[in-house]
């Protein structure tokens, strides 16, 4: 009888046959078995940040409806009462009367539902706080109504702040960032330049991508970046679409990578699989942080070689890397087979 109040963590390995020919096939499996009363992973704190200028009006369906259900599919893999979301948009300031009405965009161009008229209270909103209530961040993202205008820069800076005030300790905190057009309003979220005009939606300074930027009071760095990584916050971001440039592109990518996270090209194809992979990378970072080795030198005729420069990773689809995960109450919340090169 073994009594554990402790997280523990058991590996075991296999590998067969020992001894294989050139290009014969080695099967490798690896079991992971988690016990003790506290083995749970640590919780999430994300916020959705998303561009609801008048461009999010194009396609068929509406880009706005590919990227909101996609949204919803992401807030679906989080475990209830114990992640956290919240949502940011970023577009037209004050009242909307209808979808796209300062971006030139008939109402039969429109092809998604939308409640109007919406009146937003800045250019940048907090539609919603970081709640336990996944229905009513889904609710949010429904919510949202497109118009002109992308001040990228003050919707990043808002998920940050409310992340960096509300987030818990010990959490892992995210922003997943999408825009489908280059950013104007607002200006440079690297701010690389110099500060421009105290009116952040003055054209000639705002324009241009990586000459001017408004400068937010209180910071002690105007490059949000630097800001996300002082606070721990991780940047997933996403350029929707084929309507932004490669330098906003570029933009997107360093404010990911410079913080630990990824870019990604999307589009209606994929923007599902974009945000389920996105919360795979949160769950993992969440879940019990353990490596291992399982093949570190290989014997090639009597001399030890790294194993890395002999085996490539195949995947059998239903058969090779399968995945259980559980949420601490049991329930399951991703089943099945993933590719993994």
């Known amino acids: ?17 020992a001894t294989i020919g050139m290009n014969d096939t080695v099967d490798v499996t690896i ?26 009006l194009f396609d068929n369906p509406d880009r706005m409806h590919s990227v909101r259900e996609a949204a919803k599919t992401f807030v679906d893999q989080f475990a209830e009462n114990h992640d956290r ?21 008939d109402t039969d161009e429109i092809d998604n539902n939308y409640t ?14 970081l709640t336990y209530d996944l229905e009513e961040v889904k609710e949010a993202l429904d919510g949202i109504v497109p118009d002109h205008g992308t001040p990228l820069r003050q919707g990043l800076k808002i998920s940050i702040d409310h992340l960096t005030s ?19 309003w607002y200006g440079d979220p690297l701010a690389r330049g110099s500060s421009g005009s105290n009116d952040p ?3 000639w300074d705002y324009w241009d991508r990586t000459t001017k930027y ?3 009071t209180g910071l002690s760095t105007q490059d949000l970046s630097v800001y996300a990584m002082n606070n721990n916050i991780t940047i997933y971001s996403i350029g929707y679409a084929d309507t932004i440039s490669q330098g906003g592109k570029d933009t997107l990518r360093i404010l990911a990578e410079s913080t630990g996270g990824k870019y990604y090209d999307g589009n209606a194809a994929n923007i599902e699989a974009i945000y389920t992979e996105i919360a795979g990378e949160l769950k993992t970072e969440a879940g019990v942080n353990t490596t291992m080795t399982v093949l570190d030198k ?44």
């Not at 079991?31 to 999010?56: A, F, H, K, N, W």
């Not at 109007?116 to 706080?129: G, V």
């Not at 490539?312 to 919340?333: A, C, M, P, Q």
């Open 31 to 56: 079991r992971l078995t988690g016990d003790g009363y506290e083995l749970q992973p640590d919780p999430i704190d994300v916020v959705l940040c998303t561009d609801r200028s008048g461009s999010m």
């Open 85 to 105: 979301a919240a949502t940011v948009s970023f577009g037209r300031n004050g009242t909307i009367s209808r979808p796209g009405e300062n971006s030139g965009i």
């Open 201 to 203: 939606t003055y054209y």
């Open 298 to 341: 290989v014997e090639v005729n009597k001399a030890p070689i790294d194993a890395f420069k002999v085996f490539d990773y195949r995947h059998e689809n239903g058969v090779s890397t399968y995945i259980l995960n559980k949420s601490g109450n049991g329930t399951i919340l991703y089943e099945g087979t993933i590719d993994q090169t």
């Open 166 to 184: 509300k987030a818990k300790n010990g959490s892992v905190r995210a922003v997943v960032l999408l825009s489908d057009g280059d950013y104007n």
């Open 116 to 129: 109007y008229p919406k009146t937003y209270s800045d250019y940048a909103t907090l539609d919603i706080e």
């Open 214 to 216: 408004y400068k937010f």
């Open 1 to 17: 009888l073994t009594w554990m109040n402790y997280p523990y963590l058991s590996v075991e390995t296999e590998v067969s046959p």
